[in-house]
């Protein structure tokens, strides 16, 4: 598909790319992370509420899709909290954007016996001396930094797997709005659940500024992904997985000129080193 003489896939995956950095910053930004990912699961879900009225039920061969990617993407919710609690931003983010298409490549070299040619390992391991570079850019980690460090690669693996699942769900579901409506409906209410249960009723009852930035967040967020998903129902998964991960040099300008973050030449070369290794990696696939 092209609008204008450009191919809307690309454009849409691209777009996709800056509005994630940037609502991840957005909540990066929220000092009490719990509210600030919490606001941002109940806006998507309002505005999935509507979608859901708005748009065809998906049709049945989605649902296993569906609901496994539901469990993930919380999973995946509650780890990238974590890791945005106990790490710097432009360390976190890339490596857990960054370990995905890694992980996806080991995973179907070694449990699915697929073949990596030599253009293929070389992008696998210049995605690992880029991750090796963030983990270690200061230093070896100490048993203090292990937390964070291991939740942002456990992010890593569950944007891997529910890649896969909506890349193969929204095929099947005949409706892309429908498909991310019921997606974000469904797993938004479950981390303000968790967060009710864990601080009471009161947890947004200071939120105060907190709560533009929790809203614009929320639907960035869904903005972001149903554009992937969208591009997911029309384009090549593996390419469309290597553009989203430009996010990575955006989070990076955003640590360094919002957060000040000191990332220093090796986080930022290490940045780019990933960056570098998924096109590899991508462009090396038959």
């Not at 890593?156 to 991310?180: K, Q």
């Not at 220093?264 to 940045?271: E, K, V, Y």
């Amino acid at each position: 598909m092209v609008f204008g003489g450009v191919p809307a896939v690309p454009v849409a995956v691209l777009t996709a790319a800056v509005l994630h950095a940037v609502w991840n910053g957005l909540a990066h930004r929220i000092p009490d992370k719990l509210v600030g990912f919490t606001l941002i699961n109940l806006t998507y879900t309002a505005c999935a509420l509507v979608m859901v009225v708005l748009n065809p039920l998906p049709a049945a061969g989605a649902w296993p899709y569906l609901l496994a990617s539901v469990a993930v993407q919380v999973t995946s919710t509650v780890l990238l909290l974590r890791a945005y609690q106990l790490g710097d931003f432009g360390q976190m983010y890339p490596i857990a954007r960054g370990s995905a298409p890694l992980l996806v490549a080991l995973i179907s070299a070694t449990l699915l016996g697929q073949h990596l040619g030599a253009g293929e390992l070389l992008g696998v391991l210049v995605i690992s001396c880029g991750l090796f570079g963030l983990a270690f850019a200061r230093g070896i980690p100490g048993r203090a930094q292990l937390p964070a460090l291991g939740a942002a690669a456990g992010t890593g693996v569950m944007i891997a797997v529910y890649t896969v699942l909506d890349g193969s769900g929204v095929r099947a579901s005949g409706t892309v709005g429908g498909y991310v409506a019921w997606l974000f409906l469904l797993q938004g209410p479950v981390l303000a659940l968790i967060v009710r249960v864990r601080r009471g009723p009161a947890l947004l009852a200071g939120a105060g500024r907190a709560v533009p930035l929790g809203i614009v967040g929320g639907v960035l967020s869904l903005t972001a992904y149903g554009l992937v998903v969208w591009a997911q129902a029309r384009g090549d998964l593996a390419t469309i997985a290597a553009l989203r991960e430009t996010s990575i040099v955006i989070a990076a300008l955003i640590a360094a000129v919002v957060f000040r973050e000191r990332l220093g030449r090796l986080r930022l070369t290490a940045a780019f080193t990933v960056l570098g290794g998924i096109a590899v990696l991508e462009l090396a696939r038959p």
